[in-house]
Nanobody
Framework: QVRLVESGGGSVQSGGSLRLSCAAS????????MGWFRQAPGKEREGVAY???????RNADSVKGRFTISQDNAKDTVHLEMNTLIPEDTAMYYC????????????????????WGQGTQVTVSS
């Protein structure tokens, strides 16, 4: 059974940085990508970035140039380096392991069999 545990959230001022991590266990060959998604109060969940098992990555347009996703060599931990944070980045951030992840019209999506972590809160104050 796939299990994802996020860490690294917190509160920062605008312009600051945070690094999120997602430790995965139980991954199978059907997991082709891992990604980060976020949900602000009153808004729908949106994709932030994903990394395929081959190491290729893609960001949502809203975070391009500010956020970087990476995975460790063992491919069981995914990180999200967030720089130049703005108040609009405030949200609960969720890690996901999925059958497929893709980019479309500026946004990131996960599809197929998806497992979610419990989330970690990121708050950016102005």
């Amino acid at each position: 059974q796939v299990r994802l545990v996020e860490s690294g959230g917190g509160s920062v001022q605008s312009g600051g940085s945070l690094r999120l991590s997602c430790a995965a266990s139980g991954l199978t060959s059907s997991t082709k990508c891992m990604g980060w998604f976020r949900q602000a109060p009153g808004k729908e969940r949106e994709g932030v970035a994903y990394v395929n098992r081959d190491g290729s990555t893609r960001n949502a347009d809203s975070v391009k140039g500010r956020f970087t996703i990476s995975q460790d060599n063992a491919k069981d931990t995914v990180h999200l380096e967030m720089n130049t944070l703005i108040p609009e980045d405030t949200a609960m951030y969720y890690c996901a392991a999925a059958t497929t992840c893709y980019y479309s019209r500026g946004d990131i999506y996960a599809a197929g069999s998806i497992v979610w972590g419990q989330g970690t809160q990121v708050t950016v104050s102005s």
